[in-house]
């Protein structure tokens, strides 16, 4: 099996650069393809920008709908690179994880194709997509299933920007997964084989059980 490799980040894009390069190295620089899923908004194009530096020159934008997924699916069997945007998180997980595409993208992980997820996306990347009270429709606390790229731990984002301590170690007490980290705006996380190798960026925060 090949190494696995997974980007956090706690907020908006773009990568951070020196993330940026190891993404791009990843996906093969310029024989490479990245898929963009994201959600239409202010701002989505961002995803490129460092990695374009890195001669990253193919991009295929997969905006995420109820009529799209086929589609996308073809489309990521192709891919060196994944990036998933940020927005409304409900969606994301609505429209990824429990369909054919959050299938695509985890056996493409295992294959060693890189992934990035950026606040939304880095929300539903682990096997369980805690969703706080801030960021969903309810208002309340949601448990929901992840795409499973990685399975011992919890995600926070926006972490100090949201105020969200009290809130991860409940989740984390109530899921029982051993680590929880909270990341920040402007911060991103490297995991390798599912473990933490390297951050970037401004501060996280490791909560444990």
Request: hydrophobic content about 35%; some cysteine; glycine content about 10%.
């Amino acid at each position: 099996m090949k190494n696995r490799h997974l980007f956090l980040f706690g907020g908006s894009p773009p990568f951070s650069n020196n993330f940026g390069k190891k993404f791009a190295d990843l996906a093969l620089n310029e024989n490479g393809k990245i898929a963009i899923l994201f959600l239409e908004r202010d701002g989505w194009k961002k995803y490129t920008h460092v990695i374009e530096q890195y001669d990253m020159k193919e991009f295929v934008y997969l905006p995420l709908n109820s009529k799209t997924e086929n589609r996308t699916k073809k489309e990521l069997t192709s891919c060196t690179g994944i990036i998933i945007g940020g927005g409304a998180t409900e969606l994301y997980q609505n429209y990824i994880v429990n369909t054919s595409i959050g299938g695509c993208i985890k056996q493409l992980y295992n294959q060693g194709v890189p992934v990035a997820g950026f606040s939304a996306g880095a929300l539903i990347s682990p096997f369980i997509c805690v969703i706080p009270p801030i960021d969903n429709s309810k208002n309340r606390h949601l448990f929901l299933n992840g795409i499973g790229l990685i399975n011992d731990c919890i995600i926070s984002v926006h972490f100090s920007k949201w105020n969200e301590e009290k809130n991860l170690k409940t989740a984390l007490e109530k899921v029982n997964v051993p680590i929880g980290y909270g990341i920040d705006d402007g911060t991103g996380l490297y995991f390798e084989n599912e473990s933490l190798s390297e951050s970037e960026g401004g501060n996280f925060y490791t909560f444990k059980q």
